[in-house]
């Protein structure tokens, strides 16, 4: 809504003043209920500003002491006008954002967009123009601070070669055959991967995925850095052998809801890791050890979930940890 005044601006402050009060409210007192105080507003009724009609009857004050229809003093019309304005780099911007499918990088997905957008760039007026942002953005950032630093580090490698062999020529004979060097590393990382591929071939096919030839590495490092390690085979301390040892050595990051239920009322949560013998929760809940809840949650494969469980450990300001009590998941 627009309003074009019919006179001069000197009486335009007022009048808007008026309109404000009328339309949105001017503070006329407070209330205070409890610790808290509350705003007392006057306004129009709600059918005196309902519509631009009802509008053009506000009364306004007149400096006379006397009222006068607003109709009379403004012309009243809807017009449309930006809220807000954002900026970007101190000029005016409009952003566009998209999610992307799963299975896909963003530059990859960038670098499609930007030329069929070249068209659209050409037919927009003088001054305007599309520019990429997100990990598009940052990349270019990050390369733009290493081009900085790379003039730098050239000079101190030639300078560290200088001191070292005290001679032009043996620095320039060093910096031609250092390329010859990636000969040696491209044929180790040839026979490596030769040596790993039957490996990874069959991981592929028997775990559905590439798995470099074991992953347990630290399930092993936990087993001989234990505090029962003694530098023989104790199998009964095995997470691969001993279930009691699994569920303290596997948690799986998992974040799903939760609702915890205690004593028949329920409580909101977010699973932080999940084993075997219990999870992690962040919640505002608070329960001592070793109190009994009742667990509901939805895993990521849409299996629903309930589970009895009893509180273990509690860490400030949000942190739960939880036992599922045995046999009675279902």
């Known amino acids: 809504m627009t309003c074009h005044s019919c006179h ?38 709600k059918d005196g500003r309902g519509s631009l009609a009802a509008l053009g009857e506000l009364p306004v004050p007149a400096p006379s002491g006397k009222s006068v229809p607003l109709s009379q003093l403004a012309t009243v019309h809807e017009s449309l006008e930006e809220p807000i304005l954002w900026s970007r780099s101190r000029e005016l911007a409009l952003t566009v954002r998209a999610d992307i499918v799963d299975g896909v990088q963003a530059p990859d997905v960038t670098d499609q967009i930007l030329p069929r957008l070249a068209d659209i760039e050409k037919s927009l007026p003088s001054g305007y123009r599309i520019e990429a942002g997100g990990a598009v953005e940052e990349n270019t950032k990050a390369q733009a601070s ?67 030839i074991r992953d347990n590495f630290w399930a092993e490092m936990r087993y001989g850095n234990s505090e029962y390690a003694r530098g023989i085979w104790m199998g009964y301390t095995h997470p691969l052998v001993n279930d009691s040892e699994l569920r303290r050595y596997v948690r799986i990051p998992i974040f799903t809801e939760v609702t915890l239920t205690v004593q028949g009322r329920k409580h909101e949560a977010t699973s932080m890791e999940v084993s075997a013998g219990g999870m992690s929760l962040k919640t505002q809940f608070r329960a001592a050890p070793p109190t009994a809840v009742e667990l509901e949650f939805t895993l990521p494969d849409s299996q629903h979930l309930a589970v009895g469980a009893s509180v273990c450990w509690q860490r400030e300001p949000d942190l739960l940890g939880v036992r599922f009590e045995a046999g009675d998941l279902h």
């Open 8 to 45: 001069s601006s000197s009486r335009f402050t007022w009048r808007s003043e008026a309109l404000a009060a009328a339309e949105s409210g001017v503070t006329i007192g407070q209330y205070r209920e409890g610790d808290r105080l509350i705003d007392v507003a006057l306004r129009a009724p």
């Open 146 to 212: 290493i081009a900085v630093g790379m003039p730098m580090m050239v000079a101190i490698v030639l300078g560290l070669l200088m001191i070292q062999l005290k001679s032009f020529s043996r620095t320039f004979m060093v910096v031609l055959t250092a390329p010859l060097g990636l000969v040696g590393v491209a044929l180790a990382l040839l026979a490596f991967a030769a040596t790993i591929a039957p490996w990874l071939v069959r991981d592929y096919r028997t775990f559905g995925r590439f798995i470099f």
